[in-house]
């Protein structure tokens, strides 16, 4: 079974998500979107999983421009940018696994990091550009500060973590298993 699959039975959709552009979408942020990002926005649309995780979705004409990633994405990379030199050299990724590396952001300016969405509680998502294939990137959810997660098999494979209860002592928190659920905002 596809992890797509496997968090629609977890957590089932809409009936009838709304279609987006995802080429012009690509065009604007001057990058190519994940397949699992298409895959997971085709599948729920605007919405919350658990009323805070909330994924941002390619421009669309009943989506407020703060709920887009074309909007959004270079505010949340700013935000990290502005943070950057406050974030401490102890500072850790928790990995899927359950072990820690040292958080790199490199000094590039901007950042090799694209927004993809934000939390009710402050935490920013983002894709770690490292190489060419989107498909590649991993995923960072932070506070910008202490709680880093980094999960290199995408947004979707974190996604689904999160929401089912699997990403192992979440600096970021992990959601109710027993009652996963998604918003949606259509």
């Known amino acids: 079974m596809a992890i797509i699959d496997d968090l629609i039975e977890l957590v089932p959709p809409p009936a009838e998500p709304p279609t ?9 942020l001057g990058v190519p979107l994940p397949d699992d990002y298409r895959n997971l926005v085709a ?14 979705v390619p421009p669309h004409p009943e989506v407020e421009a703060d709920n887009t ?7 949340a990379r700013d935000a990290l940018i502005q943070l950057r ?23 590039e300016n901007p950042p090799p990091f694209i927004g993809w969405g934000r939390s009710n509680g402050g935490m920013y998502g983002f ?23 980094y999960d290199p098999r995408g947004l979707l494979e974190f996604v689904f973590a999160k929401v089912s209860g699997l990403y192992p002592d979440s600096r970021t928190g992990n959601y109710d298993p027993q009652d996963p659920y998604f918003s949606s905002f259509f």
């Open 43 to 56: 599948t729920y649309g605007l919405g919350e999983f658990d009323d805070d995780l909330m994924v941002w």
């Open 127 to 149: 894709w770690h550009i490292i190489g060419d294939d989107p498909n590649a990137w991993p995923v960072v959810y932070t506070d910008l500060g202490g709680a880093w997660d």
């Open 69 to 75: 990633i074309t909007s959004m994405s270079g505010a």
């Open 85 to 107: 030199p406050t974030i401490p050299d102890t500072a850790t990724w928790l990995l899927p696994d359950g072990t820690e590396h040292q958080v790199e952001l490199g000094s």
């Open 20 to 28: 987006f552009d995802f080429e012009a979408c690509e065009h604007a």
